[in-house]
């Protein structure tokens, strides 16, 4: 997917997220955000929307001193989905007058405008399907967008430690754990593989083109259970998992690797 592609998919994630929240008893639990509710959940949303949004105006070129930005928010509850419906219209007439390239500070491995829309689609999506899982229903992602997802994740988690200290625990030296999708067309598909290094100072996405590195860990599913998995929504020992190799390393990856 490509930056244009991220701000339709942010604009169309949120519309979902929205339908799903309305008319509903916001009071309802999360359990995939212990301790949230729903409405919870939609205030989180559509703060971030408007924080990201805040940062695209300013083309921050450091880490910001403040997070404080007018949220406006509702009077009442009832008032949040209407409230991350404007969040994500702002944000979507913020995408459309940005260059998306334009060099600017991110915590992540992209130091562009674009990384914020990307990060902004995932952040969405993922807590689109908290909230329709906490409503007992199926959530679909889009093979497509799940592998954007998946590599997203995967290239930005050896950044995360300010706000996901414990992937600091991601340490072990010379070792390599792979993860793949099963869905997809595999003679044509070269997004549907990924391999991480884990070292002794840390960890990252190592280049393996080929395929041909041997993991001494290796999980396999659907892109949309595998992104799923690493945002700690799936378990690594569901059935709809494939697991090879050292289960012991598959366990301390997934013990310190959400956020």
């Known amino acids: 997917m490509n930056p244009a592609e991220h701000g339709a998919a942010v604009a169309a994630e949120a519309a979902v997220f929205v339908a799903t929240v309305t008319?509903?008893?916001?009071?309802?639990?999360?359990?995939?955000?212990?301790?949230?509710?729903?409405?919870?959940?939609?205030?989180?949303?559509?703060?971030?929307?408007?924080?990201?949004?805040?940062?695209?105006?300013?083309?921050?070129?450091?880490?910001?001193?403040?997070r404080a930005v007018d949220l406006r928010l509702p009077e009442h509850p009832d008032g949040l989905p209407d409230w991350l419906a404007v969040s994500a219209g702002e944000a979507a007439e913020v995408f459309a007058a940005t260059d998306l390239d334009a060099p600017m500070w991110a915590w992540g491995a992209d130091q562009h405008a674009r990384f914020w829309v990307r990060r902004m689609l995932f952040e969405t999506l993922?807590?689109?399907?908290?909230?329709?899982?906490?409503?007992?229903?199926?959530?679909?992602?889009?093979?497509?967008?799940?592998v954007d997802g998946i590599d997203e994740f995967l290239t930005n988690l050896p950044f995360a430690s300010s706000f996901a200290?414990?992937?600091?625990?991601?340490?072990?030296?010379?070792?390599?754990?792979?993860?793949?999708?099963?869905?997809?067309?595999?003679?044509?598909?070269?997004?549907?593989?990924?391999?991480?290094?884990l070292r002794a100072d840390g960890f990252a996405l190592v280049a393996d083109p080929a395929g041909t590195h041997a993991?001494?860990?290796?999980?396999?599913?659907?892109?949309?259970?595998?992104?799923?998995?690493?945002?700690?929504?799936?378990?690594?020992?569901?059935?709809?998992?494939?697991?090879?190799?050292?289960?012991?390393?598959?366990?301390h990856w997934f013990a310190n690797s959400a956020f």
């Open 126 to 146: 993922v807590h689109r399907v908290d909230a329709q899982l906490a409503l007992g229903l199926v959530p679909h992602v889009e093979r497509a967008l799940a």
């Open 215 to 251: 993991a001494d860990a290796a999980v396999s599913g659907t892109a949309a259970d595998l992104l799923l998995l690493l945002y700690g929504r799936l378990d690594h020992r569901s059935e709809s998992f494939q697991r090879l190799g050292d289960q012991a390393l598959l366990g």
């Open 23 to 66: 008319a509903v008893d916001l009071a309802t639990p999360v359990p995939t955000c212990p301790d949230w509710t729903l409405g919870d959940l939609t205030r989180h949303v559509g703060s971030v929307h408007r924080w990201f949004t805040e940062l695209l105006r300013r083309r921050i070129q450091q880490p910001p001193a403040s």
């Open 165 to 197: 200290p414990l992937t600091a625990q991601l340490r072990a030296p010379g070792r390599t754990i792979r993860f793949s999708c099963t869905d997809g067309d595999s003679d044509s598909d070269s997004d549907s593989d990924w391999l991480v290094g």
